[in-house]
């Protein structure tokens, strides 16, 4: 018993002198941990001024000083020793040094050094990164119009950037892919996307926009927008001014043409000949005038427009009506009538159907309350027995006034009109209304 209680205070003692030596050395070790620099690293995008602060916690007035990346003195405290006059002292103390590089170029990046010379010396590293900013942006391959049919290369080119940019392409705001390519220029990069596709006319006129994205372009990216031109061959239209023309009426023909570059001006024809009547029949621009209708000017008007690309004709058969036969054997306003009142009835069938569709469905809550409504699968079954028991005219009164009023969401709920089967047997069946009165 004796001896092992003297042992356990001799591992006691011996535990607790451990215990203590280990604290001797930490704070020992602390207080010169306190004597060490310590330097951050910096980025800056070129052209700006750079910042390179060096600190020590504790220093019993040791020297500080900074040094670039090729190993050459900067500042020995506050006594310059490189001559380089954009590289200034911005704070020197015995706890602090601070440099400034002002016009940062892409060669100044790398490692700094803060040494404190102690004995040994000790050292801090920062490392200074320069972000480089990308040029403005240049599209190539937009300066000479392309033919319909062409294959078309677009490029957008920017280069200094560091690290390498990003391009994006725009079709007239709607994005498209490019292919990108870098290229390493020196210290920065070059950097291109192409985009290559083959031209129609409706890519005439069409605004491409290459934007470069770039961590050094806080704000906005830069762009740059070129409009591409695409020749392609006439293709023409022609607008008649009047459906049934008459003899004596004003008459004007217009011939809508197409086209890069632009087929002007047009030539009329007549039955393959030239205008017959001069006095009565004018050409302003691409339209033809005749001035009052005669019977005689019955044919086929052809306007032919015509680029170096080709030509394209568009014709036009007058018949000119004689008023007196048009009175007789006219349009039938009867049947003009007659449709225009099926077309209405449709549009209410339809109307009303809906309404009582989304009327259900907004009373879904009062009438689940409704005698039948709990053995219902769903809630439109619900409704329909809810409906059976309670045929009050006052109920089917408010329907309808809510129906009217869901309308005014037509729009929004149009979709489940057509997944709704319920809903088109209600529609179909209204239709059938309109069959039995028509027959
Ligand atoms: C660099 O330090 C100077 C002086 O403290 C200060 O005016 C300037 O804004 C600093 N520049 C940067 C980039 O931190
Ligand atoms: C550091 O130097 C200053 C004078 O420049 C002196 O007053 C101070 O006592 C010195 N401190 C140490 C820790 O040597
Ligand atoms: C400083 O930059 C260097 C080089 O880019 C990197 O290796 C290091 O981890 C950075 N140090 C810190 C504290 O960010
Ligand atoms: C139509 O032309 C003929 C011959 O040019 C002429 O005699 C006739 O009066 C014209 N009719 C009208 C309605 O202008
Ligand atoms: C005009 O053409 C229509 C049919 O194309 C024909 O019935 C009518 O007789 C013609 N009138 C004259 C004056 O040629």
């Known amino acids: 018993m004796i001896s092992s209680q003297h042992l356990l205070i001799v591992l006691y003692t011996a535990c607790g002198s451990v215990v203590e030596g280990e604290a001797a050395t930490k704070s020992r070790v602390k207080g010169g941990q306190d004597q060490v620099p310590i330097a951050q690293n910096v980025t800056v995008v070129e052209g700006s001024t750079a910042n390179m602060t060096c600190r020590v916690e504790h220093n019993d007035n ?28 911005v704070r020197a103390s015995w706890k602090e040094l601070t440099i400034s590089i002002s016009e940062v170029a892409l060669s100044d990046e790398g490692q700094y050094t803060c040494s404190l010379f102690t004995m040994p010396v000790k050292t801090a590293k920062a490392f200074l990164t320069v972000l480089g ?36 392409w725009f ?39 290459c934007t470069v994205d770039h961590v050094s372009l806080s704000t906005v990216p830069q762009q740059v927008t070129e409009v591409l031109q695409v020749h392609y061959a006439p293709h023409v239209e022609i607008m008649h001014s009047l459906l049934f023309p008459q003899e004596g009426q004003y008459f004007k023909l217009e011939c809508v043409s197409k086209g890069n570059p632009l087929p002007e ?24 005038i005749i001035t009052t209708l005669n019977k005689t000017d019955n044919g086929t008007y052809r306007c032919n427009a015509q680029n170096f690309l080709g ?14 036969v048009i009175a007789q054997h006219g349009p039938d306003h009867g049947l003009i009538g007659g449709v225009v009142a099926v077309v209405v009835f449709i549009t209410l069938c339809f109307i009303i159907v809906l309404g009582r569709y989304l009327a259900r469905h907004k009373g879904t809550y009062l009438t689940n309350e409704a005698k039948g409504a709990e053995d219902a699968p769903d809630a439109d079954t619900a409704i329909i027995n809810a409906e059976g028991n309670h045929a009050h005219a006052e109920e089917k009164k408010e329907y309808y006034q809510e129906a009217a009023r869901n309308v005014v969401h037509l729009k929004s709920e149009n979709l489940g009109f057509a997944n709704n089967y319920t809903l088109r047997e209600e529609y179909v069946s209204c239709i059938h209304v309109l069959d039995v009165h028509h027959i």
């Open 62 to 89: 040791t020297s500080l000083q900074w040094s670039n990346p090729a190993q050459q003195t900067l500042f020995f405290g506050d006594k310059k020793a490189l001559r380089d006059n954009r590289i200034k002292l």
């Open 311 to 324: 030509m394209d004709y568009g014709e036009y058969k007058l018949y000119v009506y004689d008023p007196n």
């Open 265 to 288: 001006p047009v030539t009329w024809t007549k039955d393959g000949g030239d205008l017959p009547d001069e006095e009565r029949m004018i050409v302003e621009g691409t339209e033809l």
């Open 171 to 209: 079709r007239n705001d709607k994005e498209v892919e490019g292919i990108r390519e870098v290229n390493a220029m020196g210290r920065s990069f070059m950097v291109r996307s192409t985009l290559q596709f083959q031209v129609d006319r409706s890519d005439d006129g069409v605004a491409y926009t």
């Open 133 to 168: 900013v990308p040029d403005k942006p240049e599209i190539t391959g937009v300066a000479e119009p392309a033919t319909e049919g062409d294959q078309v290369t677009l490029t957008c080119l920017t280069s200094g950037s560091k690290p390498a940019a990003e391009i994006r």
